[in-house]
Structure formats: C-alpha cells, structure tokens
C-alpha cells in the first residue's frame, strides 16, 4: 500500500491506495473516512456535503450543522444523553476526538482515549491485495473504572441516484422518528414494503427523508447498489458486534442532502438508555475489550 499525506485547511489527511482502491482518513476527526475512491472504476463511493469546508471540530459541537459526510463512528451515544451519570454530547465523542496515528508499511492506524467514558479506540486500516476491499481492525477497551453501557455505530454516508437500492437480509423495520419520514405507520413492518412503496429504493430528490430501524438480520452485510445495479457499496461485519442496522435517507429533506447513510449498529433504539433497559446495548465492564474486524467492498456489483 501506497501512504501519503497532504492537508486541507490546515487539516491532516492521510491517504493510502493500491491498484483498486484509494482512500482518505483524518486522524483530527475521529479516523473519518473522507474519501474511498476506486481507481478503476474512476467513482467515488462516499457522498460528501459541498456547502462545507473541512474542518476540526470542539467537543459538543452540533452535528447536524457539521455533517460533512464520509464516513464517522458513533460512540459511546446518538443522542444527547445522561448514561450512567455521564452526559455525552451530540452523536458521541468520537467524532471530535484528535486520535494519534501510526503509518506501517501496509497500515495506517488511528488511537486514542474518549475522555468521558475512559474507552480507548484503535482502528487499523489495510487494503486487499486482490481486490477493491478496505480493511477496518478494531479494539476497543473500557480503560475506565466503571462499566460502560454504550453505543457502537458505524455511519457510511453513500453517493446516491435515483433508483439507487439497499440489500440487506434484515427482516422487520421500524420508523425511527415520525420527524425523519415520508409514511405515516409507525408501527413494525416487514422489510421493504410500507404503505405500498418500496423504501430499499431510492426516489428522485423529493424533499423527503427516512429513517428506519432494520432487525432481525439473517447476515452480517449491509449494502447499497447503484448506477443502475453496476457498483456496489457493502459492510460486513460480525452480527454479534453489530446486531441491528439503521437507514437514514435524506432525499432533500435534510438540509437538501441526497444521500443515504448506512449504520450498522451495537443497540436499539436510538437512546442508550432504553436499550440498556433491553438488554440490547453494548456493555464492557472495566478492562474488557471488543476485537473485531469489519470490511468495506466498493466496486462492480458482484451479487
């Protein structure tokens, strides 16, 4: 792998390629993922928000006002929330978490400790050598002295097009936030149909959104189709890491955004309290760790 460096607005970026795949992280960002660019397709996979500038950002800050695309990690939170005693800001710590880098010969890693819940992050990135597939390490420890309940979501902000279509294996889904939707039932449904319409398939930009919760998943993949069904952008994962996956659609709705955000998750629903309550949260008591490998395939469709 190929590893170079270069800076926007006085922001460190690091870049490693090979034949199929080149790609941009921000360690000043929480190891963003900026960019994942395949070179032989000459496409861009990651859909990024024009009307900003790139730019480090201060614990607490507003996320929605900086949502800049590629794609972020949420943790220990989604929401503004008091856990255990703790308050955590908009969509957690790691987005505006400096982590310190380490560049290898084939690997670039990011690390560092989140200050309010005491876990330390570690990601480190590879590419395939045969083929337009990014390599994503994990470790994650509770170097605190309580146990942490928390929140783990990865959160791919994908380049869409009409008629632009989700895979995934998950059976039931369930309407977010009545604030994020173009239906009116709230209530359970069976994956993809709601209200007669198809919600795996994107529409024109239509001043819509939607947000859904995706359970029951058969596999641990989760997947976008676009340019007519010819590229592919997919996740996979461990299903006991992530059991649950969230669709948030922006098809103008938010902030005139059209792009779709793939978010395979640690819990459900969105507050960590209430899936603590359920049992369906992440939870590492003091010196327990998650090792965990995830992989990124942007490329022809091979479905």
């Known amino acids: 792998m190929l590893i170079s460096q270069e800076n926007i607005n006085d922001v460190k970026i690091l870049i490693g390629e090979n034949d199929f795949i080149k790609f941009k992280i921000v360690p000043d960002l929480g190891g963003k993922i900026l960019s994942i660019f395949n070179k032989e397709l000459g496409k861009e996979f990651l859909w990024r928000n024009e009307n900003l500038q790139l730019q480090t950002h201060q614990a607490g800050a507003d996320y929605d006002a900086n949502f800049y695309g590629g794609i972020d990690e ?17 969509h957690g710590e790691l987005w505006t978490t400096s982590l310190k880098y380490e560049i290898h010969k084939d690997s670039i890693t990011v690390f560092g400790i989140l200050k309010l ?10 590419l395939d050598a045969q083929k337009p597939i990014i390599h994503l390490a994990y470790n994650i420890k509770n170097e605190s002295a309580c146990q942490r309940n928390f929140l783990w979501k990865l959160h791919a902000a994908v380049a869409i097009e009409e008629g632009g279509k989700l895979i995934t294996t998950a059976q039931k889904a369930k309407v977010v936030d009545p604030a994020y939707t173009r239906f009116n039932n709230l209530n359970e449904f069976k994956w993809p149909m709601i209200e007669g319409v198809d919600a795996s398939i994107a529409p024109a930009k239509n001043n819509s959104t939607d947000f859904f919760y995706l359970y029951d998943v058969q596999q641990a993949e989760m997947k976008f ?34 792009t779709v955000i793939l978010e395979p998750s640690s819990g459900m629903p969105m507050s960590v309290n209430e899936a603590k309550n359920l049992g369906q949260c992440t939870v590492l008591k003091p010196n327990e760790e998650i090792n965990t490998v995830v992989s990124i395939y942007a490329g022809e469709n091979n479905l």
């Not at 819940?117 to 590879?126: A, E, P, Q, R, V």
């Not at 010819?230 to 955004?257: E, T």
């Open 117 to 126: 819940s005491g876990l330390y992050y570690k990601k480190t990135i590879t």
């Open 225 to 258: 189709l676009s340019d007519n069904g010819k590229h592919l952008f997919s996740y996979n994962y461990d299903k006991k890491v992530f059991p649950y996956q969230w669709y948030f659609a922006s098809y103008g709705g938010f902030s005139n955004h059209y």
């Open 74 to 90: 949420l943790i220990p939170n989604d929401i503004p929330e008091n856990i255990d005693g703790t308050e955590y800001p908009d």
